[in-house]
């Protein structure tokens, strides 16, 4: 499959917000390109969401579901919101990850 992006150096996820049943999940990020930092957020896939969690526990992280934080409403939809800072302490940089869905930048 061909990659998406790969304009950036590093990737660091700082949060993840989604709602249960949609496509798509809200990144806050840092992107480290040509040595400079840049808060964004983007809009991502599961399957990519899953494939940094993965890419995580294999740098020997312990990724803990219990420390997800999740909003339920009456009509029976749920807010899922994670803090990668909060559970390990510091921040997770990912080298040479590539996104494989479409990706949307919606604050830069």
């Given amino acids: 499959m061909e990659n998406i992006i790969s304009f950036y150096e590093k990737l660091i996820i700082k949060e993840v917000t989604y709602e249960m049943g949609d496509a798509t999940v809200s990144a806050k990020c840092d992107l480290i390109v040509q040595g400079n930092k840049v808060e964004t957020e983007m809009l991502i896939s599961h399957t990519d969401l899953n494939r940094i969690i ?9 990724f803990q579901i219990k420390q997800v934080n999740s909003l339920e409403f009456a009509d029976g939809t749920a807010i899922v919101d994670y ?4 559970v ?3 921040a997770i ?3 040479n990850f590539q ?3 479409a990706v949307k ?3 830069a």
């Fill in 54 to 62: 993965a890419k995580i526990t294999a740098s020997g992280y312990e």
């Fill in 83 to 86: 803090s990668f800072e909060n």
């Fill in 88 to 90: 390990f302490g510091e």
């Fill in 93 to 95: 940089v990912l080298e």
């Fill in 99 to 101: 996104f494989n869905q």
């Fill in 105 to 107: 930048q919606i604050r």
